[in-house]
């Protein structure tokens, strides 16, 4: 069995780590570099930086904390926000990241998955994917759930199914899916599993669950139910739990985790 991965989320405004509700309400949390050397001291198995200012406000993704970030870690660090073109990951990448997740600019075109997958090799390009629930028509019983995907940090919804957009982000050379549900994120109410098993079953990549994770039977819930990574923020960042502990509730439910040192 494939072990199971923990990763620390930093969502990044204006050099701050913030947390919100839904993608709004932000709330400071403090300083990139130390959050992240303190959840790698705690366990977590990679870092995930987004800069949610940067595409919002057309802003060049803030490559100096990325390097403050880089330098004080020895596991994996990917890099979201801001990257528009091949030139842009290459940046990415000479400051320190390992990875490089696009959102909304794959949306506007597609064919940027493709160059950077073609450049710098699928296992370094993540397709970011943010969905929102379709309420089903006020006719119809049972319908099978829907999700679009939006763009522009939960701005923008647009007209794509999120479960075909991952299948052909996959196509065109993403190596890994960034897979965040807007309805869960920040309710700390768990993590949309519908929208987890949909995807994670059309898909043949390493899919991250990312969105409302509360307590450790969330994170358990979401692979359970195909994710192959649980992506944690909030309630690491309030000193509600640790990575550690995490890591420990997981093992207890069966579930193969790397040991923390």
């Known amino acids: 069995m494939l072990t199971r991965r923990v990763i620390a989320c930093l969502d990044v405004a ?3 780590v913030v947390k919100g ?13 130390e959050l992240a050397a303190r959840y790698e001291a705690q366990g ?11 595409t919002p406000g057309g802003h060049a993704t803030v490559l100096e904390q990325v390097r403050l970030t880089a330098s004080c870690l020895s596991i994996p660090l ?9 030139d842009d990951a290459a940046q990415a990448l000479r400051a320190g990241a390992d990875k490089v997740s696009v959102n909304t600019a ?15 090799g699928a296992q370094c390009t993540v397709a970011s994917i943010d969905a929102q629930r379709v309420p089903p028509p006020a006719d119809v019983h049972a319908a099978a759930p829907r999700w679009i995907v939006v763009t522009r940090g939960g701005r ?14 996959v196509r065109r050379g993403a190596g890994e899916i960034l897979l965040t549900s807007v309805d869960s994120d920040g309710t700390r109410r768990g993590y949309d599993l519908d929208l987890m098993r949909a995807v994670s079953s ?11 994770a509360g307590e450790s039977a969330h994170l358990a819930q979401a692979l ?10 909030g309630m690491l960042h309030d000193g509600t739990t640790t990575v550690a502990a995490l890591k420990t509730q997981l093992a207890a439910h069966g579930i193969l985790v790397r040991a923390v040192a």
């Open 78 to 86: 990917t890099l979201g926000g801001g990257i528009r073109s091949v």
């Open 44 to 54: 977590a198995d990679e870092i995930v930086f987004l800069d949610i200012s940067a």
């Open 156 to 169: 923008t919804p647009t007209t794509r199914d999120a479960v075909e957009w991952a299948r052909e982000c």
């Open 14 to 16: 204006d050099g701050r």
């Open 224 to 233: 359970e139910a195909g994710a192959d990574a649980v992506l944690v923020a």
């Open 106 to 120: 794959a949306v506007d075109r597609p064919e940027l998955l493709t160059e950077l997958s073609e450049r710098f």
């Open 21 to 33: 509700t839904k993608f709004v309400g932000l709330e400071d949390r403090g300083v990139p570099q």
């Open 202 to 212: 059309a898909v043949a990549v390493p899919v991250i669950a990312s969105g409302g």
